[in-house]
């Protein structure tokens, strides 16, 4: 399902907004003209530029980094994730186990939505409820195992689970708290494609006005339950040409550059009033195989699939050269990867490395497959999404000719790409994935699940079409573990049935590069968010 959205929100959201709820202040902004009018120039703003737009104002309706990163400037969570992932409170001030099969959370009191409601229990349940039972909801695997919403008091909410969840806490840290009356009285009367072009939250900044395909613009709000931010104003720009947005930092268009084009980084470093900051990834870039389907649409001569044989996809992986993708192509900022998350993640299996580049072996694993002649497939790919996205794609097709396999890359936006790789239309398809809270279930429950419309659980699985019980059965057995190296056990089991059975093939794991200019301070994430109630400005 695709929702439309609205290219400039501010005016149609304020006369939406004031119609539905009696005056109060619209969520998608104030009626007030563009991001550059006299509310402000540079002095209270910060310019970021993430390589890309947000895709919605839904936190429900993507699971995408780049839109998340921005929404959490405006919602927030009942939990949240430190700089270095470990867990904190948030609008929960804390939380217990009560028994096996229950969780009671304490509400922070005091919390007020931007449009002045109180947030209590009630928005709450209406905001789990929704995550879990909306149809299109990327976020229901996070809350699939809650049964019923109790409200014990105003400021106490207990979740019922219909199995043990031990990491539930953990989940909610993706799952963003809505005004349920505000939203109640929106959807009646515009329906649900209003909450994709508008947001109202508790977080530290409020919404603007979003201009599709230009920027989000968003300023503090004064009423936040937190310390108050620094920087007043925040422009996220949707600029998604390398090229350009290079030249717009080093222009001094822009104030904090994520995804530094690799190319560019000696470059920015020897321009006086610009840094570079850089880390070590949690994000994955990997290949996934559709595993599962007879006849599948990126491949011309299905059926058969030659990507359902196992030999066939070790043969693929043991003819990637990684370590020349590494230096050639990222220029060395990037880590080869052995498996579906690095070392620090709970769940990482430190007895699997990455596989050696051996041609031979490949080859002969073609002919074993009975592929001595090859094939063709399409290989899928964005092209404005990760650090060299389709320059990657080339490179593995070129690989992949060595052992015929002769591959047509189709790089696109990604505001085409991912919607057709959620469709099940790939078969062959380069992406990333992560997992922000420092915890490896979400490989499991997201990308490695049986697809299961009704949780959501592989619900990232829908080109890839991987199935496999005993995974299932270890991940879902984690997930009920509360001993914490029993837990970690089962995930490094599962990891090894993962990479023994291969649906997705690693390729590296992403330096995290940013850009920054001398106006600020600012620290990086390892969850790659950009908050603003991080950012300070130069003394």
Not at 104 to 123: C, I, K, Q
Not at 261 to 267: F, I, L
Not at 332 to 337: H, Q, S
Not at 478 to 501: K, P, Y
């Amino acid at each position: 399902m695709r929702l439309p959205v609205k290219a400039t929100v501010s005016r149609w959201s304020r006369r939406a907004f004031l119609a539905v709820a009696g005056g109060a202040l619209a969520c998608g902004g104030d009626g007030s003209g563009p991001a550059d009018s006299p509310r402000g120039g540079l002095a209270d703003l910060v310019r970021i530029s993430q390589g890309s737009d947000v895709l919605t104002l839904d936190p429900y309706f993507k699971n995408e980094s780049p839109t998340l990163g921005v929404l959490i400037n405006i919602f927030d969570p009942l939990t949240d994730v430190s700089p270095d992932l470990k867990i904190i409170p948030a609008l929960a001030e804390a939380w217990e186990p009560v028994g096996s099969t229950a969780w009671e959370f304490r509400l922070r009191p005091g919390v007020r939505f931007h449009n002045g409601s109180t947030f209590d229990a009630e928005d709450v349940r209406y905001t789990i409820l929704r995550a879990r039972d909306w149809p299109p909801s990327r976020q229901k695997a996070e809350v699939a195992t809650i049964g019923e919403v109790r409200i014990v008091d105003p400021l106490t909410v207990r979740f019922e689970t219909t199995q043990p969840d031990a990491i539930l806490p953990t989940k909610l840290i993706s799952i963003y708290m809505l005004d349920k009356e505000t939203c109640e009285a929106a959807v009646a009367r515009h329906g649900e494609a209003w909450l994709s072009a508008n947001a109202v939250g508790t977080g530290p900044y409020r919404l603007v006005e979003w201009r599709k395909d230009e920027h989000v613009l968003l300023e503090a709000f004064e009423g936040y339950w937190g310390p108050a931010p620094e920087v007043k104003r925040l422009r996220y720009l949707a600029i998604s040409n390398d090229a350009t947005r290079i030249a717009n930092f080093l222009a001094g268009g822009v104030d904090l550059l994520s995804h530094v084009p690799v190319q560019d980084v000696a470059r920015v470093e020897a321009t006086p009033g610009f840094k570079v900051l850089r880390q070590p990834s949690l994000r994955l870039i990997y290949l996934g195989l559709d595993v599962g389907r007879d006849r599948s649409p990126g491949l011309p001569g299905s059926p058969p699939n030659p990507l359902k044989d196992p030999r066939v996809r070790r043969a693929i992986y043991a003819a990637i050269d990684e370590d020349l993708i590494v230096e050639k192509i990222m220029n060395g900022f990037a880590v080869p990867a052995g498996q579906l998350f690095p070392e620090g993640v709970v769940g990482y299996e430190p007895a699997i490395g990455r596989e050696p580049f051996d041609l031979e072996k490949a080859r002969r694993l073609m002919r074993e497959a009975g592929h001595e002649r090859g094939f063709d497939v399409r290989l899928d790919a964005p092209n404005d999404r990760y650090v060299n996205d389709e320059e990657i794609a080339q490179a593995v097709a070129q690989m992949l000719a060595k052992i015929g396999i002769r591959v047509r890359v189709n790089a696109q936006p990604k505001a085409r790409f991912f919607p057709d790789e959620e469709a099940g239309e790939f078969s062959f398809f380069l992406i990333g994935w992560t997992n922000p809270n420092g915890d490896g279930y979400g490989t499991f429950d997201h990308l490695l699940h049986t697809l299961d419309p009704a949780t959501n659980l592989g619900g990232a699985n829908t080109s890839t079409h991987y199935t496999n019980a005993e995974l299932d059965r270890l991940a879902e057995a984690a997930s009920a573990e509360f001993d914490a190296g029993r837990r970690e056990a089962l995930l490094r089991q599962a990891v090894r049935i993962a990479m023994a059975d291969l649906p997705h093939i690693p390729l590296h794991y992403q330096m995290d590069v940013y850009a920054v200019s001398d106006r600020i301070r600012w620290s990086p994430r390892r969850d790659t968010q950009l908050r603003g109630i991080d950012i300070g400005w130069a003394r």
